[in-house]
């Protein structure tokens, strides 16, 4: 309805956009819709995005498009924000705008719901994480507990090899891969004990690897998503 319209803001998955317009044209068509004169929240996400709005829609790349697409969700200020894989098209550089963005609307009290396969990206931007499994909530809990109660896992780079096996040997901690001087291994709760035991062996390189929501479901709770 135009009631719930007024005050949320939704970015979906697949966008399409009218190439035919510039991106401020577009700003203005939105606004028109809306019954709303003001562009600046939407220029200001923009211009945070380092957009250029004189440029044609079909003249934009898919990064640029979905930058575009995400400063017109936020043109109205809405309440309620809904958004769907906001992070996919986005670069390294936009993905950490995009973060910025979501974190001051947070600041201001705004209702914001994301869908999104990352679990870094709901440990950064969220309070509360649910699980979906086949359109089923299966879980829901503050991201404090469920950090709390999920793996980390790290690429470590010893000097040598003798060094490596000694850490399988030794350490007590779940080896999941080993490759001549580098393992993978997964640490569970707080890493103090972790950096302690790391503390005493010869390491080059310790590299972290981003869990997915399905790789921190099928650990906490067994199974797979798609199960």
């Given amino acids: ?13 697949k966008i399409t956009l009218p190439e035919s317009m510039t991106s401020l044209q577009f700003f203005r068509f939105l606004a028109d819709l809306r019954n709303r004169k003001s562009l600046e929240k939407a220029i200001r996400t923009a211009d945070a995005f380092e ?20 400063a017109g969700v936020f043109l109205h200020d809405p309440e309620v924000l809904l958004l769907d894989e906001p992070e996919s098209d986005l670069g390294e550089k936009a993905k950490v705008q995009f973060m910025n963005l979501i974190l001051e609307e947070k600041s201001r009290g705004k209702t914001i719901l994301i869908a999104t396969g990352s679990f870094a990206t709901a440990e950064r931007l969220c309070d509360r994480i649910g699980i979906l499994r086949r359109g089923m909530l299966v879980n829901l809990d503050d991201v404090s507990v469920i950090r709390e109660a999920s793996r980390k896992v790290f690429c470590i780079g010893f000097r040598s090899e003798l060094e490596a096996v000694r850490f399988v040997r ?19 709760g707080e890493l103090q004990n972790f950096i302690k035991v790391l503390s005493g062996y010869k390491v080059l390189t310790m590299e972290s690897i981003p869990q997915t929501l399905e790789e921190t479901f099928t650990y906490l709770y067994g199974g797979d998503l798609s199960d």
Avoid at 1 to 13: A, D, E, M, V
Avoid at 172 to 178: A, Q, S, T
């Fill in 51 to 70: 957009l250029d709005t004189s440029k044609k829609i079909r003249d934009l790349n898919q990064e640029e498009k979905k930058k575009l697409a995400i």
């Fill in 1 to 13: 309805s135009t009631g719930i319209k007024n005050f949320t803001g939704y970015l979906p998955q």
């Fill in 170 to 188: 030794e350490s007590g901690f779940d080896v999941l891969n080993k490759n001549a001087t580098q393992l993978t291994v997964s640490v569970s």
